[in-house]
């Protein structure tokens, strides 16, 4: 069944079926009026945004005076900024969370800085330190040289060690002295501790000196305690010579301390040579095998000291000393 509600505004068409008071369908159709003018709304239009703006501006400044002057307001106040608070929590919360976070983070790149800057400063002072360290052992080593000279009044002068030659028989050092700087052949070399050996060969500017650790090398000592003479006699070992010529009859201890004899004029009489290590007696031989351990640290020798012994002319003592000394 089709029912039409014609209107002089608007006119509703809709269609109904199946039992009475029940609808399908609704059609609401908005015609035009003649002379083509719109209908206005069939509700009241809302307050313009002005009106509202105006009316909230208002009502706002009669709220401040009435809260100033009576303070009615305290109360709701408060209650509104009790059940506000949650919600400002957890406003707050995500934003001092990142706060604290930003700080971490930025205190953690001022920690792995300095940690870098420390590292880089502890290595830079540690190798000074060691540096340091090594140029207080080699004073100490060149003082002990110096001291070990003083003693017995020989005029000595010091030299660097430029080379080490070593083969299956030969102990040989190459010193920065020579020649120009008043160094002969057979000149004794001593270190801090005792005897090195003696120069060999010369040259302008540098000499090689034999160890008394060379096979070749052979010189007159004698024991500390008795006074007893032999001769002390390299065995191409690093640390190590022999005596010869010792009786098995002769009072030697292991310890004993061997020095220079003085004879032979070439290494002045007192220097330390070496310690007795072992004793071995043959009972068929004249002779015991003795073994010496040298007194100079023979494998880790730097620095030496030339020697000009007392029975020099002293016009040579001048001589060298002179020649030592930079213009």
């Known amino acids: 069944m089709n029912c039409d509600f014609p209107s002089a505004a608007f006119a509703i068409d809709g269609a109904c079926s199946g039992t009475i008071g029940a609808f399908s369908e609704w059609t609401i159709k908005f015609d035009r009026l003649p002379g083509d003018k719109t209908i206005k709304t069939l509700f009241t239009d809302a307050p313009s945004p002005t009106s509202r703006f105006i009316s909230c501006v208002i009502l706002s400044f009669l709220l401040i005076s009435i809260d100033h002057q009576h303070q009615h307001l305290a109360a709701i106040r408060s209650g509104i900024s009790l059940l506000i608070y949650p919600l400002q929590y957890a406003v707050n919360a995500p934003i001092k969370a990142m706060g604290r976070l930003s700080e971490r983070i930025r205190a953690h790149q001022h920690l792995v800085v300095d940690n870098r800057r420390l590292r880089s400063e502890n290595m830079i002072l540690r190798s000074r330190s060691q540096k340091f360290a090594a140029l207080t052992h080699e004073n100490v080593r060149l003082r002990e040289l110096l001291d070990s000279s003083t003693e017995h009044g020989e005029t000595v002068v010091g030299a660097d060690v430029l080379a080490i ?45 034999l160890l008394i650790t060379d096979t070749t090398h052979a010189i007159p000592v004698q024991l500390n305690r008795t006074g007893l003479r032999a001769i002390a006699v390299g065995t191409s070992g690093i640390d190590q010579m022999n005596l010869s010529f010792v009786p098995t009859s002769a009072d030697v201890k292991v310890g004993d301390l061997i020095v220079t004899s003085g004879l032979a004029h070439r290494f002045p009489a007192g220097y330390p040579v070496g310690e007795v290590t072992a004793i071995e007696i043959d009972n068929g031989e004249p002779f015991a095998r003795i073994i010496v351990r040298p007194s100079a640290q023979v494998s880790r020798v730097r620095e030496v000291l030339l020697v000009w012994p007392a029975q020099l002319s002293e016009a040579a003592q001048i001589s060298a000393i002179e020649i030592e000394t930079p213009q």
Not at 179 to 207: C, E, H, K
């Open 165 to 209: 030659e070593t083969s299956p028989s030969a102990r040989q050092i190459v010193i920065n002295k020579g020649t120009r700087r008043g160094v002969y052949v057979g000149q004794p070399i001593i270190d801090a501790y005792g005897v090195l050996g003696q120069i060999v060969r010369v040259g302008p500017f540098s000499s090689t000196a």
